[in-house]
């Protein structure tokens, strides 16, 4: 059941796309099926980060299909950075979760994650195991300079769920293109002693185009970002 007559829903779903015109409209619908069996209110926020690939005219036609379904466009592709800020920005819901538009991650991954927003403040998914060697080694990379860098953290990799009162109570000063704004929210949450929980989640092969951001140039450019972080949240912490 959606949101209606204006009433805060009890969880927003952003769905973000750059260029996912193959597969933005199949992986709404799939979605809407699954929020439609939760049994609490919901709204779904497509946030366009400046496609050109017709993406935009896709997710405009979606919205006019379903008041619970509102569109924010980017004027210029401006990175996962610029999409998280939107969605913690614009979604009105007591839980906030954010999924790419590539359907990677399955519209299942609310049902594992959402009963878990009763007790925690964040639940965050992991992925147990990679099939892709590149991806894997990559990944295993990342693990391994995040903690590096910003010490032990919850183990999180994909999708998380949060709540509107964390997001209202952690500020947040992140800028940038990169995911540095949700390692932001980690550290700071798990700090100050949010109730956290990680969970397993799974990955489906991309069935279009190539991943946006699982490649060495963007971890590049996260760890950049990371850097820094840890010199900020040290200077503010």
Not at 55 to 82: C, F, M, Q, W, Y
Not at 132 to 138: A, E
């Amino acid at each position: 059941m959606s949101g209606e007559n204006g009433a805060r829903p009890a969880l927003s779903v952003c769905i973000f796309a750059w260029d996912e015109v193959e597969t933005v409209a199949s992986f709404v619908d799939e979605m809407l099926s699954t929020l439609r069996a939760l049994g609490v209110t919901w709204e779904i926020l497509l946030i366009d980060d400046g496609s050109t690939d017709g993406t935009s005219e896709k997710i405009d036609a979606k919205a006019a299909e379903d008041p619970a379904i509102r569109v924010v466009h980017h004027a210029e592709n401006s990175g996962l950075g610029a999409v998280y800020r939107t969605g913690f920005d614009q979604a009105r819901g007591d839980v906030v979760t954010f999924f790419p538009a590539d359907a990677q991650f399955p519209a299942s991954t609310v049902d594992i994650l959402y009963p878990h927003t009763t007790t925690h403040d964040m639940v965050l998914g992991y992925l147990p195991a990679r099939g892709d060697f590149v991806g894997k080694t990559l990944s295993a990379i990342e693990r391994i300079l995040y903690r590096a860098l910003l010490g032990p953290l919850p183990r999180f990799q994909g999708i998380f769920m949060v709540k509107r009162r964390v997001l209202e109570e952690v500020p947040l000063v992140s800028r940038g293109r990169g995911w540095a704004i949700v390692m932001e929210l980690l550290i700071r949450a798990s700090r100050a002693g949010y109730r956290m929980k990680s969970l397993p989640t799974t990955l489906r092969p991309r069935t279009h185009g190539q991943s946006k951001v699982n490649n060495l140039r963007t971890i590049q450019a996260n760890m950049k970002q990371l850097v820094a972080l840890r010199r900020l949240i040290d200077r503010t912490s």
